[in-house]
């Protein structure tokens, strides 16, 4: 099973050593074949744009790899057969809000981890955003609160569908 990884952890120090000593692991041992988008850009041209000058040259150089970057999300969560999305946060990052929207409408599979235990939902019948659980649910997918359930999760996927 190939599962992409919707997150906003790659982007501190901190979230990366998550996924690479927790998350990965977890995952790869329910025998998946993990695509970690933040792996996927070499960061020493995220590194060369960012000490470009300000100006114009340095904006159209993001923008060129934005796009870069967004196609090679959108085609890694088209190449996959689940995803695993995660949902910690105030609110759920917007990124992985719309990789989950987009994942729903392409029909994967979608577990979401809430590790935080803070409030997030619309109101107390909820976990989250409600429409960010709704297309979670919808999937035959489900939210988890712990690592540990990982496996759980994706082994009854099957009865849920």
Known sequence: MRIYLASPLGFSEAGTQFIRQ?????????????????????????????AMP?????????RKLNTEIGQLNQDSIDSCDAV????????????????????????????????????SADNEG???????????????GTIISKISEIAEAFSSRSQRR
């Open 22 to 50: 927790t998350l990965l692991p977890e995952l790869t041992k329910i025998g998946a074949q993990v695509i970690n988008p933040f792996d996927m850009v070499d960061p020493k041209r995220i590194h060369d744009i960012s």
């Open 126 to 140: 909820g976990i989250v955003n409600l429409q960010v659980e709704h297309f979670i649910r919808a999937s035959g």
């Open 54 to 62: 300000a100006g114009s040259g340095r904006i159209e150089t993001w």
């Open 84 to 119: 695993f999305a995660v949902l910690d946060g105030v609110d759920v990052d917007s990124g992985t809000a719309a990789e989950i929207g987009y994942a729903f409408a392409k029909q994967k599979m979608i577990v979401g981890y809430r590790g935080d235990f803070r409030l």
